[in-house]
């Protein structure tokens, strides 16, 4: 009797486990499809980071101003195909190149079309339209036999907001005033005891170098600094002499006050001379107080400038020339803050990023 009752039961447990097995097996092949469309999204992903990184150090503009959007570009499309395969397409519309709004930098990027371009958005597809949509396995079985996946990536270059040792520091001041009226490409120059602008009209001013480290730095100081950059004890002096608060670096985006010397002293000329043709970044100064060798520059920025020419011939014609430049320099300390692009230096970029 016993025997009776147990088999029917055995029935329907075997009838109830081959009812599951169907949306088990379903699951697991769904899941199967999942983790592949996962896999292309990721490869996907990869191609467009490194193909958008790549594109945004193109942009980076010659001395004058000058940006290569088309080769950005090629630059983009190159990635993308040596990352997915060269016959792998990119559409135009979405190789977006612009200017990135300092507002919108931590939420939804906005590109601007206007200023400096400094930002690359591009998106790999793979759908209807551009190298075909993703095959699907077993989702095939239940109508849906491939889907579309696309990734994208947006890279910026990003503005230096710090000079540490071996920083380019030049120590020639310019005022706010002449810096604002060039524009990138314009060249100005620094006579020994005068400055004059672009129509070679003077501007008053007692003007030579200024101490970007031990007051009174000697010739020698200022000829290895100019050709080396900064060093360690150029910032220990400038800590030691409250002029900043960090002796491992100087912070661009707060004002700092710093002694001048007037004159250019021929000592300075082989190692002027050294630099022509580099980029070197400069002090921004508003407002000088003293006289000689206690001459104070209040400065309150600083600018990329490519060193031109020189030229050292006594009072009346010693002269550097410098044009307004823009350049990209790994070696600097990226901004922490990309919504602000006011305080950093002008013109100096220092590392590509993904930032979305």
Known sequence: ??????????????????????????????????????????????????????????????????????????????????????????RDSDIQIGRYDPTTIYSNVQLLNNGTL?????????????????????????GIPNCNVAATATAV?????????????????VSKSVWDAHRVGDQFQTYNGRV???????????WGTVN??????????LSAQIQNG???????????????GDSTQIDTTQPMSVQGDPGLSSGMKSAVAAIHGQTRYIPI????????????YRIIGWGAVRVINSNFQGSNNTYITFERA????????PSNNLSDVTNTIDGAYAVAALVE
Do not use: C, W
Not at 24 to 44: H, N, S
Not at 118 to 142: E, H, K, M, W
């Open 212 to 221: 970007l480290g031990a007051q009174n730095n000697s010739t020698s100081d």
């Open 1 to 90: 009797m016993q025997r009776q009752l147990n088999q029917p039961r055995r029935g329907v447990v075997a009838a109830k486990v081959a009812l599951l097995l169907i949306p088990i097996m379903g699951f697991l092949a769904l899941a199967v499809d999942y983790g592949y469309l996962l896999k292309v999204r990721t490869d996907l992903q990869t191609a467009a980071d490194a193909a958008a990184l790549a594109a945004v150090r193109e942009l980076i503009p010659a001395n004058h101003g000058a940006q290569n959007v088309a080769q950005a570009r090629s630059m983009a499309r190159s990635f993308v195909e040596a990352n997915m395969g060269g016959s792998f397409q990119v």
């Open 196 to 206: 004059v602008d672009s129509s070679g009209q003077s501007i008053s001013g007692n």
């Open 157 to 173: 270059l990003q503005r230096s907001s710090s000079l540490k040792v071996g920083g380019r520091a030049l120590a020639f001041a």
């Open 118 to 142: 400094d930002t690359v958005r591009i998106t790999i597809r793979r759908d209807q339209n551009s190298n075909s949509p993703v095959g699907l396995f077993f989702a095939r079985a239940i």
């Open 326 to 333: 823009i350049t990209y320099d790994a070696k600097l300390t």
């Open 230 to 244: 900064l060093r360690q004890k150029d910032l220990n002096a400038l800590k030691a002499n409250g002029r900043i």
């Open 285 to 296: 100064f508003d407002t000088v107080s003293g006289s000689g060798n206690n001459t104070n």
